[in-house]
């Protein structure tokens, strides 16, 4: 919904939420991917964008401290 409507800057914090509750990169993927089609490609790739924009100023560290690879997306 915040993609559709252009509201991108909450955008990474919702992202990281649903990362600590548990949703994969398949699941993230999927999402992007429904969401192009309805709300249009342009709006999924300027969410995608800034989800990875967002994904590489921070550091990605996980609730246990550890690193882990979520940059898929």
Not at 43 to 61: C, E, L, M, P, Q
């Amino acid at each position: 919904m915040l993609a559709s409507m252009g509201r991108l800057e909450q955008l990474p914090y919702h992202i990281d939420l649903a990362r600590n509750n548990g949703i994969t990169n398949e699941e993230l993927i999927e999402i992007f991917t429904h969401l192009a089609f309805y709300a249009g490609w342009p709006a999924a790739v300027s969410a995608i964008t800034r989800v990875h924009d967002f994904r590489k100023s921070h550091s990605g560290i996980g609730k246990t401290g550890e690193q882990d690879d979520r940059d898929a997306i």
